[in-house]
């Protein structure tokens, strides 16, 4: 997962392969709340691994399940007949479907508890659903805000008697999660008499209502319901464990890929996306995701636990749609706008308001930093895309049909849309926000996004942007390259590594190459001589090295302290010496220019090898003070060494690196020398990183 305090998308090119999506994470946490309110053991298979279930899971320990957490698969055994374990106090980070359901269940279960959350999650109304628990004579306090977290559960002396006779009433046009909650917590309550609750208002993202409905059945629990206005459970309901239970992939994360296979051509020989884990009979309301990608051009086929998405009509074709059955799913649908054909409305996504942000405020802020002219209502909003050049006028408009939700003003964005423009978006700590924005960086400009904070995506899908990796291209000119040569010892690997992990970037350490090279022909059982060049040469060019963690990787098998030998090192020279292994190396070593980045580090990075990178820096210091830093490392390892020698070498290996006939040690003609020699590693780290800022389009965020 990025851990990086921004992640910078190149412009991208073709995309085509297979992702496999995580669980998805309205299921995950319904499946482990209802698994812990059950009797018996619940297997729970493909479970999503995120901050969101990750709070959950941590709030059932604390109120006395058994969590056997197996990744993927977790075995939980419930509660059964028993009381949970209180006092206790919960967090539960910025996870709605956390939070909601688990307030009601503890509020029915008995006991004395507090749950919190991040500063967001103390923004997020959950009034309704306390005033729907306080009919019934729960004991419910703010500790903050009235109608807001965190709350206190005060049933010390066990559940108080329940107002059960009269149907229990709760809005249902701010969150269809309040109602959820209560479906998933009054069988609690249910003993010789059904309950009812009746909805109060439109009954918002009815989908995600079909879920809870279809995984209570699967836990015993039989509810119906009357034109989704009344719901009743059944007397005498009781949590019953199914045993095993699989989790389906997030409908709402495929959007995404349903998204990126509409505006992209495919890869030569590939045919579109296809998508893993879920499939056009989903249980989820976000499927329906594919009826609005379809609308706007989309192919997409599919079948049980599969879909197959291609490019079909470009520009995509702008729609005007009712979204209240898909509200995640749609913010997709903001971003797709960007690449169609006349103005887009979203209507009746007033629920967009009270999420984990102000997702109307948020997209609409971060659309127009693209180009795009927006306008935003209550619970709507309305996408011009930008022109796709310069002084060009703006796309013409397409005729669509509403569908409903509130009316936004029939005369459309004031002004003519602008061209788009390189954009550094800000993502509020909302996972859909960086996930759809990424779709910016196929813009037809050609210029490269910026995601704030990507490591925000950890809430329902860590490992977005690796999957987003694994199936997009870019043209090898697009893809950042930053080179940093320098003499031995001057620091530059220790440099270049830590502007590789602070930049989210790959990092190549060409001086490693070589030795892997003699270390993988030796173990092959080739001599290091003329006579096996071309086969160490057919080796070096698919040697499967990795540089992960300071660790130097050889496929499985970590080679770090094997190549820093000192016969490692005369194997080296020798393989150096060999010109059809240096020619394989150097295709080797092009293959490292990945997405999102590199960062390399040698002696001829920027000379020969990466010769048209953006950035290249000169790394140098005295030969006093590498001598100095060298007999460090080497006293800290035990080894005696003296000053005067090890500098004396150095002086030596710098005249000869500097007048080798091939690749000699000289800074590029257009890199930035920079002298660490009186640096600590941040200072120089922070320097090299500054001047690859400056090389950036990206304004100062601005429009927050």
């Known amino acids: 997962m990025f851990s990086t305090a921004f ?8 995309a085509g392969g297979c992702v496999h999506l995580p669980g998805s994470k309205s299921i995950s946490n319904r ?12 297997t729970v298979h493909d479970l999503l691994a995120s901050d969101d279930t990750r709070v959950m899971l941590d709030a059932l320990r604390q109120i006395g399940c058994t969590v056997e957490d197996a990744g993927s698969t977790v075995r939980i055994t419930g509660l059964g007949d028993r009381s949970p374990q ?5 967090f539960m980070g910025n996870a709605g479907t956390a939070m909601r359901p688990l307030t ?11 749950l919190s959350g991040v500063p967001r999650m103390h923004e997020r109304p959950i009034g309704d659903l306390v005033d729907a628990l306080r009919q019934l004579g729960c004991h419910i306090d703010y500790l903050g805000n009235d109608g807001y977290p965190p709350l206190r559960i005060a049933h010390a002396d066990g559940v108080p008697a329940l107002a059960l006779a009269s149907p229990i009433r709760v809005r249902g046009d701010v969150s269809s999660q309040f109602l959820t909650a209560l479906l998933m917590a009054l069988p609690l309550a249910a003993g010789t008499h059904s309950i009812a609750i009746d909805v109060v208002g439109e009954l918002i993202s009815k989908p995600y209502i079909a879920i809870t409905l279809q995984l209570l059945a699967r836990f015993g629990i039989v509810v119906e319901h009357q034109n989704w206005q009344r719901f009743t459970i059944a007397a005498g309901s009781r949590y019953q464990s199914p045993d095993d239970i699989h989790v389906e992939a997030d409908a709402s994360s495929a959007s995404y890929f349903i998204a990126l296979g509409a505006i992209v051509s495919s890869t030569e020989g590939q045919n579109g996306i296809k998508i893993q884990g879920v499939g056009l009979d989903s249980i989820q309301g976000d499927i329906r995701f594919v009826d609005a990608a379809r609308a706007m051009g989309a192919v997409v086929t599919g079948g049980p636990n599969w879909l197959q998405i291609e490019r079909g009509a470009w520009p995509l074709k702008a729609i005007d749609l009712d979204c209240n059955h898909i509200p995640d799913a749609a913010m997709t649908l903001a971003v797709m706008a960007l690449y169609a054909e006349g103005t887009t409305t ?5 629920s967009w308001r009270v999420k984990e942000t102000d997702r109307i405020a948020a997209m609409a802020t971060e659309l127009r930093k693209l180009g795009a002219t927006v306008e935003e209502g209550a619970d709507f909003i309305r996408v011009t895309p930008p022109t796709t050049g310069t002084g060009t006028a703006g796309p013409p408009r397409c005729a669509s049909a509403s569908s409903g939700g509130s009316e936004p003003s029939s005369a459309g964005s004031a002004g003519a849309p602008s061209g788009w423009k390189a954009a550094s978006i800000h993502t509020y700590d909302d996972h859909r926000v960086a996930m759809c924005f990424s779709l910016a960086a196929f813009n037809p400009a050609d210029l490269p996004v910026r995601i704030e904070d990507p490591k925000c995506v950890a809430k329902t899908f860590p490992d977005y942007f690796e999957a987003l990796f694994s199936v997009v291209h870019a043209l090898p000119r697009h893809v950042p390259v930053i080179t940093i040569d320098g ?4 620091g530059k690997g220790t440099v270049a590594e830590a502007v590789a992990k602070r930049l989210g970037y790959e990092f190549l350490d060409s001086g490693a190459m070589y030795r892997i090279t003699a270390l993988a022909a030796l173990r092959a059982g080739l001599g290091i001589d003329a006579a096996h060049e071309a086969p160490i040469a057919t080796l070096a060019r698919s040697l499967p090295v990795r540089f992960e963690a300071g660790r130097i990787l050889l496929g499985a098998d970590d080679v770090t302290d094997a190549i820093r030998t000192e016969e490692a090192g005369m194997n080296a020279s020798r393989v150096s010496a060999l010109p059809a292994v240096r020619a394989a190396l150097v295709d080797l070593q092009h293959g490292f220019q990945r997405l999102p980045g590199l960062v390399a580090d040698g002696r001829d990075m920027g000379t020969v090898i990466f010769p048209d990178a953006p950035l290249k820096v000169f790394l140098t210091a005295s030969a006093s003070c590498r001598a100095e830093r060298r007999h460090k490392q080497l006293i800290s390892k035990g080894f005696s060494a003296s000053i005067d020698d090890l500098r004396a070498d150095l002086e030596a290996r710098d005249a000869r690196d500097s007048s080798r006939s091939v690749a000699p040690l000289k ?7 920079l002298d660490n020699s009186t640096l600590t590693i941040d200072e120089a780290v922070n320097q090299v ?16």
Do not use: C, K
């Not at 009601?104 to 507090?114: D, S, V």
């Open 86 to 90: 209180s006092p206790a106090q919960l």
């Open 104 to 114: 009601a269940a503890l509020a029915l279960l008995g006991g004395e508890f507090e």
């Open 689 to 704: 990183l500054s001047w690859w800022q400056e090389r950036q389009p990206f304004a100062v965020t601005a429009q927050r």
């Open 487 to 490: 003499p031995t010892a001057s």
């Open 667 to 673: 800074p590029a003609q257009d890199a930035l020398v």
């Open 346 to 350: 979203l209507r009746n996504i007033a």
């Open 31 to 42: 499946v482990l709340l209802l698994a812990a309110l059950s009797r018996g053991t619940t």
């Open 7 to 14: 992640l910078d998308l190149p412009p991208l090119d073709t």
